[in-house]
């Protein structure tokens, strides 16, 4: 039998036999639970056969009934990403009121109505997030502006001032990366990336760290 | 008909020093594993010798920028910063066997906002927690609360108190470890029970077989 770890050096092994006649009872089936059948395994299709006009005119969350929310999450928690087509047969453009909306269901799913790709401190700022200030690091950032976008990052290390987002979070348990998180994510590498392969690069990575977080903590 | 998801579980397992925790931990977590094939995370701060064996270290952030690979054991040993860990751990832990040494030592007093998140997570997380600490007194109500199981060996302390869930049975199943170490060697004090709190499910190890059996609580009470 597969030798699976060395937590079987003191000589437990996966067919240690002080555990054959509770094996079952004690780490078997009673934690297995039946996920909902995935109506479609591919990737993209979920909604691409859908009639618009069959929309059931339900209560609204700023643009959004409810069925909306449900399948757009449920296409998320499939795939990650909401698709195109879905967003414009539904007539859901990015408007701070949708956005709104959606974040009082779920603060993640901001993330993936917008598009991240080379602003995404501007995007976030304009839902709220305020970057403060550190010196120091503004000091190095403006020594490597090149081209002015970087003015966004210069308040890099972050305090998240929504505070309605944030008393959403506590009032909802929705996850929205906080202080802490952004900058453990950051502090890796992001300078580093910053200084040695310039502002797109560090984009790049910026857009990985997110992607985390709308993969509902999965790293890419 | 679905996809099958294992979910995870917390599991507390008390005792004083030299009962034998680790031990069984680790017998546990194998098991899991063998099952399961989930990596197995053992998070050591104090630099417990019985764990030196893993021969993986890594560090907290390792775990942001790394999947941690199935069926293999990783240690992280002397973190300062726990909630960072813990915060991390939260957050890119999954489908893991995640061993907590000595948690008595910061899973205590009131619960923080951090160390909840990562109690509450397990299950979604589908992380089977070890919490191994020396005294049901050490640790938060909020954590007693979370354990769906309970790994219970003698405590220094022998009363077991109000905030351990049915707390009068562990209480028994307590007192029956303490009789029986008292007939041992005092340097073998390994006896335990497990006790199925959701399932109200009791285990004991033969002396004569080592093996494991079980039996409804309702069954083994009552005698």
Known sequence: ?220 | MGEKQINGENWGVCGKMNTGKTHITRELAAQIQARTNKPILVFDHANNPSYEDIVRVIDTDYLVKRKLKPGETYRISGEKDIDYFIMTATDYVRDTIVVLDDCGNYFTGNTTQIQMAFIMASKNNRNDVFYQFHNFNDISPKLCRAFQMLVIKEQAIGTIPDKVPNAPLVQILHDEVQAENDELDPMKIWSYRIYDIGMDYVYWEDPETKKLTGSPGREYFRE
């Open chain 1, 1 to 220: 039998m597969k030798n699976y770890s060395l937590f079987n050096r003191m000589g437990e092994t996966p067919g240690n036999p002080k555990f054959e006649e509770v094996n079952d009872q004690l780490f078997g089936q009673r934690n297995v639970v039946e996920m909902p059948p995935n109506p479609q395994p591919s990737a993209a299709p979920l909604f691409d056969n859908h009639n618009p006009q069959d929309i059931p005119d339900q209560p609204r969350y700023g643009g959004f009934s409810e069925q909306d929310i449900n399948m757009g999450r449920q296409f998320l928690n499939q795939n990650g990403y909401m698709p195109q087509q879905y967003m414009k047969d539904y007539h859901i453009d990015i408007s701070d009121e949708h956005l709104m909306s959606i974040a009082k269901l779920s603060v993640n799913e901001i993330l993936l109505k917008g598009k991240l790709t080379t602003e995404p401190f501007k995007f976030l700022a304009s839902y709220g997030f305020k970057f403060l200030g550190n010196t120091a690091k503004a000091e190095e950032i403006k020594r490597l502006d090149v081209n002015g976008k970087i003015e966004v990052f210069k308040e890099l290390l972050i305090e998240i001032q929504f505070q309605e987002l944030k008393d959403l979070q506590r009032a909802n348990n929705l996850k929205l990366p906080s202080t802490k998180e952004l900058i453990a994510a950051y502090r890796l590498e992001f300078f580093d990336k910053l200084a040695g392969d310039g502002f797109e690069n560090a984009i790049d990575l910026f857009e990985g760290i997110f992607n985390k977080f709308k993969n509902g903590g999965k790293a890419n």
